[in-house]
């Protein structure tokens, strides 16, 4: 399966199809007829795909970069490191750079390419489901700092988007169970028979055979997003339904607690519940989107007062001039942003 990402001279193909990174150099020369490359990756994934994707590409001279893995290594700390692995290895802006992991890796080498020389080709290799679905399209690449999360970051395109699902089979149920965090957020925002598809599933396991096809849908209703809002002014920051909450919750407990699609999870339940309350979304919406959530192994709660939260909520990149916009549903598969204040969140007590 192949999408296009239209964004004039910024275009690029996603391919998305079961083993095909054994045929990377095949994609990979139709984008880069350069000689060096850096893979960056984490110390999960590399041992289990580096030596494959080397001899997935047999015409270039490679190097690796592995870091530890998780959220804590996509600091603004660790960039100095990725520099100094690239001058080392003499990349220049004739080279490329391969994200070769989940959205930890894809974010971070993402923004070191964006920065490095003033900008360095990139192509994303997803590992985990949500960068499948998700981190690897788009070109929103960030690093945290100590205040949030995010914060530092830029618009940046890869080149191309290699999905192979077959890598799913190494990544832990934990992290399965995470993806779905967003791909339920595209049923919530866009697509209500998407989501009723997960509704008539009783697990991952259950879904696992069309999942190539669930993956597409959730770029596909990504790409369309993108295209029509690149730099997230307006239709893009549907998106971001459930983030708020979701990223200050990460941030609150230091990125040990949550992953970032289960913070999502809570925060598009209790968003939900906040909105339905006041009237703005249709009633027994928030009820569904719990009783998906637990199908799917997910949290709708984390038992903190939301008064300890909402300090980090300034820094949400939706609040805008004093006013933050948050994104509601009217009922599932319709989404909207609405103008408001920290006082709408301050109506929830505890979440
Ligand atoms: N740029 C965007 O548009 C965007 C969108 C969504 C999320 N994000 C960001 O993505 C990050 C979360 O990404 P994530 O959930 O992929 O986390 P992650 O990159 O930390 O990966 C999750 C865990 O799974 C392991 N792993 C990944 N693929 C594997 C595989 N195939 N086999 C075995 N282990 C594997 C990793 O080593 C890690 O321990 C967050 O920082 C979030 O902010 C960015
Ligand atoms: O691509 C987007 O736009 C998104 O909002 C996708 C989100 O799933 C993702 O977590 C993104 O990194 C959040 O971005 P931020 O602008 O809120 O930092
Ligand atoms: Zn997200």
Do not use: W
């Amino acid at each position: 399966m192949e999408l296009t990402v239209n964004l004039g001279k910024n275009s690029y193909s996603i391919f998305i199809e079961p083993g095909i990174l054994k045929n990377a150099e095949t994609y990979i020369s139709q984008v880069f007829q350069g000689k060096r490359i850096i893979i960056i990756s984490d110390d999960n994934i590399y041992p289990l795909y580096g030596k494959t994707l080397i001899n997935a590409l047999p015409s270039y001279e490679c190097h690796s970069l592995v870091l530890p893995h998780g959220e804590t290594t996509k600091s603004f700390d660790t960039l100095p490191q990725i520099y100094a692995a690239m001058l080392e290895k003499k990349i220049t802006r004739s080279d490329l750079v391969i994200a070769l992991g989940g959205g930890v890796i894809g974010d971070l080498a993402g923004f070191a390419a964006a920065s490095y020389l003033r900008g360095v080709k990139f192509v994303q290799i997803p590992t985990s489901l949500l960068a499948q679905v998700d981190s690897s399209v788009g070109g929103k690449v960030a690093v945290d700092l100590p205040q949030g999360k995010n914060l530092i970051g830029a618009f940046y395109h890869p080149k191309l988007v290699i999905i192979d699902p077959d890598m799913l089979n190494t990544l832990p149920p934990r992290y399965i169970t995470d993806g779905m965090g967003e791909v339920i957020k595209y049923g919530c925002i866009k697509d209500a028979s998407l989501f009723d598809v997960l509704s008539s599933h009783t697990s991952f396991e259950d879904l696992k055979d069309q999942l190539p096809s669930i993956i597409y849908r959730c770029i596909d209703i990504k790409r369309i997003i993108v295209e029509a809002d690149q730099f997230d002014t307006g239709e893009r920051m549907l998106l971001n339904f459930g983030h708020t909450l979701a990223h200050t919750i990460e941030h609150y407990c230091h990125y040990e607690r949550e992953s970032h699609g289960e913070a999502v999870a809570i925060g598009m339940y209790q968003i939900t519940k906040i909105s339905e309350k006041a009237g703005l979304t249709a009633s027994g919406e928030a009820e569904k989107i719990c009783r998906i959530l637990k199908t799917y192994g997910l949290p709708c709660e984390c038992g903190l007062p939301i008064s300890d939260l909402t300090d980090a909520i300034e820094f949400d990149k939706k609040n805008l001039d004093g006013h933050l916009n948050v994104v509601l549903l009217r009922k599932i598969g319709d989404s909207y942003i609405y103008p408001t204040n920290l006082h709408f969140f301050k109506t929830a007590g505890g979440i």
